[in-house]
């Protein structure tokens, strides 16, 4: 109920809000098979990550809709799954009331607003529910079976092996699925018969290679290779990791019975185990997990639930809290191996307590409770500055916590206090290139460009292929009027990152600046293209076509920059100025078109037709107009100057120096004419043709020396 708004988060940016692979325009095949096609080994999550994008773009009320229905299916098909477990285990007695509080209890627990609010972790939970829809139909299938109802059965294998591969599609944790099916098949239907398990050998065998086969298809060739690599992004050993590892898991087991919005946490700051004893609980947490794994081996006859319920916890845990160079904790991983503890809880209660209304009203208290305490968790995710401000309270030493409330507090343009909050990250991590970059884009937002330069420079000094960082070095240098430099970072960024939208954007308007249209406009449809929401992209692509003469052009363009995003200012003055140009001149456009249609010789009909044009933003035709005229009459000292006006703005600066050379014929004694004239040369870089014509422009009386010192066309 409070989380429909909640921001996009941590891993959301580069997952969804900068994934140019799930930008979906249509619903064609050919464009649902390039987000399937994507780099991305989630191609699953991924397409419904697309779909929301290609429904209502990056509009997170959508998104988290579809977080909280994949997880109430997921309580449902837990629902499902226990109730025939249960059938299965022979508890006719709790078959439905244990199963609904168990599936009741998953979907309120508080260790559970990871996966389903935070967005990106759909991953997780899409994964998980996928999961169990695979094991319920299995279990369906087994019952087909032994109904004898063969065709049924099949149908149903397929359907699991399919519901299976999705969920390896959602997140490669499912790739445990096989081996937690052996074991399910084991347990409730062959009720732990050993004779079964030793015949039974090639399943064993094929369970461990299809865990063998997901991974060497995600680690490639050289897995060795690859999990070593892993580790040069952590600041932790593989040895040091297998150590942690079981405090995290029990940290898991006790945040799932006992998740208290003060015990949860986005960014954990867990210390690392250097040893058995360092710190002591180390030794302590893997002799725990060595006592748990034996109670399930020892119960396993006299209570089997129980057994199972543990062995499916940390079965489903083996992938990423053991040997992969994965950060340390994460709470979303604890969605999947959480179900069958919640099944054996109801049931523990259930069986325990009496009466039975007793029990179930204990059963109801803790639902309620796990309720309001995932409402005040939630509450947090609703507001990002206070959801970091909550995390590094909790992990203090944390460099990227500190960085992600600095990115919190930028949104809010509450400038000064992100930029001590990226101070604080760097202090802790001097390597942390994000935080580095962010400092940067919070002076420029300050109007510091040339501070924010050093700052992306100490981010490129550490991470040379930086691209965000050559990005946003070259609008710095776009602020700092230093073009030259602005490109280049541009371009560079585009060379690590080809789908950098912005970066392409920014080109465009670079080459929009130097005269050169028809490069602008392909530049600013490449980002259109890369990202068809940019409002920015839209409105700098009409200011193009209104520079290349396009009026009509451009006002669609204006239309849709203020249709994606309606509080866009300048692209709404932008439409209306242009609208009421066209309003204004249109008519009288269309008049002075159809008489010089009847006089296709009149200078002075091609001259005024060229001036309406010109106000009205068709570049264009008001060249053509003007050249149309001069070639009638080459002396029209009026139409020479527009004509030379209007070649210097579109940068055709030969062109424009031309028309100057022959109006100084015709007007050899007027000063500006000279003075035009050197700011044509000057621009070309010819100097002593400058120089010669600003001299000529002084001996005629040009005498607005402020003006000569402070016009930029002569700065060389």
């Known amino acids: 109920s409070n989380t429909l708004h909640a921001p996009f988060e941590f891993d959301d940016g580069s997952n969804i809000v900068e994934n140019p692979h799930i930008r979906m325009k249509s619903l064609s095949l050919s464009e649902l098979t390039d987000v399937l096609k994507s780099r991305s080994q989630r191609p699953a999550a991924n397409l419904t990550f697309a779909l929301n994008y290609y429904l209502h773009g990056y509009d997170v009320t959508g998104y988290h809709l579809v977080n909280i229905a994949i997880h109430i299916l997921a309580g449902l098909l837990l629902f499902l799954v226990a109730k025939n477990t249960l059938a299965l285990a022979g508890d006719d007695k709790n078959s439905i009331v244990a199963p609904m509080f168990a599936g009741l209890l998953f979907l309120l627990a508080p260790v559970h607003t990871q ?78 018969d050993r004779g079964w398990l030793k015949r039974q050998a090639k399943w064993i065998v094929v369970c461990i290679l299809l865990l063998l086969a997901v991974g060497a298809i995600y680690l490639g060739r050289s897995p060795i290779d690859k999990i070593l690599a892993m580790y040069d992004k952590q600041t932790f050993t593989m040895g040091q990791r297998l150590l942690t590892e079981p405090r995290v898991v029990l940290l898991y087991l006790s945040l799932i019975f006992f998740g208290h919005p003060s015990r949860l946490n986005l960014d954990y700051d867990f210390p690392v185990s250097t040893s058995l004893f360092s710190p002591p609980t180390t030794i302590i947490a893997i002799t725990g997990l060595f006592c748990l794994l034996a109670v399930a081996v020892f119960t396993a006859k006299k209570y089997r639930l129980f057994s199972f319920a543990i062995l499916w916890f940390l079965g489903c845990l083996v992938i990423e809290s053991s040997f992969l160079g994965l950060a340390l904790v994460f709470e979303h991983r604890a969605y999947l191996p959480s179900m069958f503890l919640f099944v054996w809880l109801a049931c523990f209660v259930l069986q325990k307590i009496k009466p039975q209304p007793v029990a179930v009203a204990i059963l109801c208290a803790t639902a309620a409770l796990y309720g309001i305490w995932t409402f005040q968790r939630n509450a947090l995710w609703a507001d990002d500055v206070a959801l970091w401000q909550d995390t590094v309270k909790k992990s203090p030493n944390s460099s990227r916590a500190y960085n992600n409330l600095g990115l919190a507090l930028q949104n809010r343009n509450e400038l000064e206090k992100a930029i001590a909050a990226y101070k604080k990250a760097v202090a802790i991590n001097p390597y942390n290139i994000k935080a580095y970059n962010n400092i940067g884009l919070s002076l420029r937002d300050l109007g510091q460009p040339e501070k924010a330069v050093s700052f992306f420079k100490k981010a490129l000094a550490i991470a040379p292929a930086y691209a965000d960082a050559h990005y946003n070095i070259g609008l710095a240098f776009f602020d700092m009027g230093k073009m030259d430099l602005a490109k280049k970072a541009f371009e560079r960024a585009l060379e690590i990152n080809p789908l950098c939208d912005k970066a392409w954007n920014n080109l465009g308007i670079i080459m929009m600046q130097s005269g050169k249209t028809e490069k602008a406009i392909k530049y600013q449809r490449r980002c259109l293209e890369i990202n068809p929401l940019s409002a920015k992209a839209y409105n700098d692509l009409g200011n193009a076509s209104l520079y290349a003469g396009l009026p009509e052009k451009a006002i669609r363009f204006f239309e849709k920059a203020v249709c994606m995003d309606p509080t866009y200012i300048d692209a709404s003055k932008n439409l209306e100025l242009v609208r009421d140009n066209i309003k204004r001149y249109g008519p009288v456009i269309t008049i002075l078109r159809q008489r010089a249609a009847k006089n296709p010789n009149d200078p002075m009909l091609c001259f005024q037709l060229g001036r309406f044009c010109q106000a009205a933003g068709m570049r264009d035709k008001d060249i053509l ?64 043709m400058a120089v010669r014509n600003l001299k000529k422009a002084l001996d005629a009386g040009y005498n607005d020396l402020e003006h000569i010192r402070a016009d930029k066309d002569l700065d060389n």
């Open 115 to 192: 996966a389903v609010t935070y967005i990106v972790q759909r991953m997780a939970s899409m994964s998980a529910m996928l999961c169990m829809l695979s094991l319920f139909l299995y279990i369906k299938a087994r019952l087909a079976q032994r109904e004898n109802r063969k065709k049924r059965a099949a149908l149903l294998f397929v359907l699991c092996v399919a519901a299976w591969l999705l969920g390896l599609g959602s997140k490669q944790t499912a790739a445990i699925m096989p081996v937690m099916v052996f074991l399910y098949e084991w347990y409730f239907f062959c009720c732990l």
């Open 625 to 688: 107009q003007y050249e149309k005229a001069i070639a009638i009459k080459p002396d029209f000292k009026e139409c020479l100057n527009s004509l030379g006006i209007m070649y210097a703005t579109i940068n055709d600066l030969a062109k424009a120096a031309q028309c100057y050379e022959k109006l100084a014929a015709l007007l050899p004694d007027n000063p500006k004419v000279y003075y035009n004239l050197a700011c044509l040369y000057a621009r070309q870089n010819k100097k002593d």
